[in-house]
């Protein structure tokens, strides 16, 4: 069974561009969760899918937005790129929405922003 | 708000003696914990988890955790640790009724096995 696939691995933009990254969930699986990893703030949620809806959003402001397709797969977008930004970005996926589902963990695209 | 923290950011220790990574919690009603370990340029990866039941939860790779709820602790703990174990782990909590997939993490410890 293939894990869970984010595409770009690696990215470097400019300051005020704009991102897109991809994740493709393990296949089955229909809920799909952003973090931003950073070393000064650590693990971050981001947003949660379930079946094309956004359930949940943390704090992050407007520039970071996300959809999921019919397929599962999922993009989150990052407009007016900050430097700030420059992170790891992780998704993950699980079966359902419940807890006691895994959730598992792509490798990543490290985002740089110069 | 949520909260998690992890007392320390670094513990070195010396191949095949035991470890113990610390994790508080800020206190609620219900709670789910979780540890994860992160090696380098890799994603996460689940090595325990607490949703009920008994306080004592076996995970991967030898590794054990115990939930004590008048201490709103979950230490992490290896009786005897192995080079392979050099990796950052991080604890996380999800509060039940919280409805969808959501942790919030503490910000690590970095585990250094010395050979």
């Known amino acids: ?114 | 708000a949520q909260s998690v923290t992890q007392l320390d950011s670094q513990v070195p220790v010396f191949e095949e003696a035991p470890v113990e990574l610390r994790c508080n919690y800020s206190s609620s009603v219900s709670v789910y914990l979780f540890w994860y370990v992160q090696y380098p340029n890799q994603g996460l990866q689940l090595l325990l988890k607490y949703l009920s039941g008994s306080t004592l939860v076996k995970g991967i790779n030898g590794f054990e955790a115990e939930f004590n709820k008048s201490q709103t602790s979950f230490h992490l703990r290896k009786p005897s640790v192995h080079i392979s174990d050099t990796a950052e782990y991080f604890c996380a909590v999800a509060y039940s009724g919280a409805g969808s997939y959501q942790l919030t993490f503490g910000k690590g410890t970095k585990l250094s096995v010395i050979p």
């Open chain 1, 1 to 114: 069974k293939a894990g869970v696939t984010q595409t770009p691995r690696y990215l470097i933009k400019t300051r005020g561009q704009q991102v897109t990254l991809s994740c493709s969930p393990i296949s089955g699986h229909r809920s799909v969760s952003w973090y931003q990893q950073t070393p000064g703030q650590g693990l971050q949620f981001l947003f949660e899918y379930f079946s094309e809806t956004q359930r949940n959003k943390g704090n992050f402001p407007g520039r970071f937005s996300g959809r999921q397709f019919s397929n599962s797969r999922s993009e989150m977008n990052v407009s007016t790129l900050e430097l700030g930004d420059s992170a790891l970005y992780l998704c993950a996926s699980s079966p359902g929405l419940f807890l006691n589902t895994e959730a598992f963990f792509g490798q990543g695209t490290r985002l740089t922003v110069v």
